[in-house]
Structures are given as structure tokens and as C-alpha cells.
């Protein structure tokens, strides 16, 4: 079953690993509704924009960087799990860095997923497919 209205949504300051991801989920015939932002502060604004998607409880994945300037990963993080309208949403956490320490605080915060970047793309694939009992179906 597709679900047309899956959206992923993608935080990261670095317009270069926005665009290898965007050519990731191209390549592998992924044609969901792909948003990106480049300034972290903007997170809230931005799924208050799509509020549709928010409100209905419609499959929304969220991809996060960790390292940014201003807000860092985590922080948002901690905002999305604690607010009662984003909460359910799920995130996988980008990161540099393989450091257990970083990977353990994720999944403590809430993440669905931890990928280590450069991303590999059927651990990319597996991230956005299942988070628990939370499916994301992509749209080939």
C-alpha cells in the first residue's frame, strides 16, 4: 500500500548533504514529497506550515542533523518530544559522529533512528521504512 501523503522532512545546515539526500531518495525511485530547511530555529514554523500533515497525524518522518549552529539537533529534539502536537512524529538523528555516547542521548530523547554520515543508502532506505510500530511507506 503507497501512501501518497507521507512527507519527509529534512533539518540540516549543510545545503550538500540536503542535496546527496534529495539525489539519494531519487535514485532509488523515491518520489515522497520531500521539504528541507537549513536554519534549525525555523523547525516550529515549518510544521506549523504544514499543519494538515500535523494536525491529521499524516506520516511525517523527520531527518536531523545534530551539529548546527544556533539550535543543535538535540535541543530540537527534546522540543519536538515534549510538545503534545509533534511528539508522535518520527525522527532520525544525522550525525558525523559514531560516538556511542551521541547514539545513546538520541534514542534516550526519542529518536527513531541514528544514521552516521556519509549516509549509506540501505541503511537511509531502512531508517525511513520503520521506526517500531510506526511505518513510513515510501512512494516508488
Same mark, same amino acid.
Given at each position: 500500500?503507497?501512501?501518497?501523503?507521507?512527507?519527509?522532512?529534512?533539518?540540516?545546515?549543510?545545503?550538500?548533504?540536503?542535496?546527496?539526500?534529495?539525489?539519494?531518495?531519487?535514485?532509488?525511485?523515491?518520489?515522497?514529497?520531500?521539504?528541507?530547511?537549513?536554519?534549525?530555529?525555523?523547525?516550529?514554523?515549518?510544521?506549523?506550515?504544514?499543519?494538515?500533515?500535523?494536525?491529521?497525524?499524516?506520516? !511525517? %518522518?523527520?531527518?536531523?542533523?545534530?551539529?548546527?549552529? $544556533?539550535?543543535? =539537533?538535540?535541543?530540537?529534539?527534546? +522540543?519536538?518530544?515534549?510538545?503534545?502536537?509533534?511528539?508522535?512524529?518520527?525522527?532520525?538523528?544525522?550525525?558525523?559522529?559514531?560516538?556511542?555516547?551521541?547514539?545513546?542521548?538520541?534514542?534516550?530523547?526519542?529518536?527513531?533512528?541514528?544514521?552516521?554520515?556519509? !549516509? %549509506?543508502?540501505?541503511?537511509?532506505?531502512?531508517?525511513? $521504512?520503520?521506526? =517500531?510500530?510506526?511505518?513510513?511507506? +515510501?512512494?516508488?
Amino acid at each position: 500500500m503507497k501512501m501518497e501523503r507521507t512527507l519527509i522532512l529534512m533539518i540540516d545546515d549543510d545545503r550538500d548533504d540536503i542535496y546527496s539526500t534529495r539525489r539519494l531518495l531519487s535514485e532509488h525511485k523515491i518520489s515522497n514529497n520531500f521539504l528541507s530547511e537549513i536554519d534549525p530555529r525555523k523547525i516550529i514554523s515549518k510544521l506549523d506550515s504544514m499543519n494538515s500533515f500535523v494536525e491529521n497525524k499524516l506520516n !511525517i %518522518v523527520i531527518l536531523l542533523d545534530i551539529n548546527m549552529p $544556533n539550535l543543535d =539537533g538535540k535541543s530540537i529534539l527534546r +522540543l519536538l518530544k515534549t510538545n503534545e502536537n509533534y511528539k508522535h512524529i518520527p525522527v532520525v538523528m544525522l550525525c558525523t559522529s559514531d560516538n556511542p555516547d551521541d547514539i545513546e542521548e538520541s534514542y534516550a530523547l526519542g529518536a527513531s533512528g541514528y544514521l552516521v554520515k556519509p !549516509i %549509506v543508502p540501505e541503511e537511509m532506505l531502512r531508517a525511513l $521504512n520503520t521506526h =517500531g510500530s510506526h511505518k513510513i511507506e +515510501l512512494t516508488l
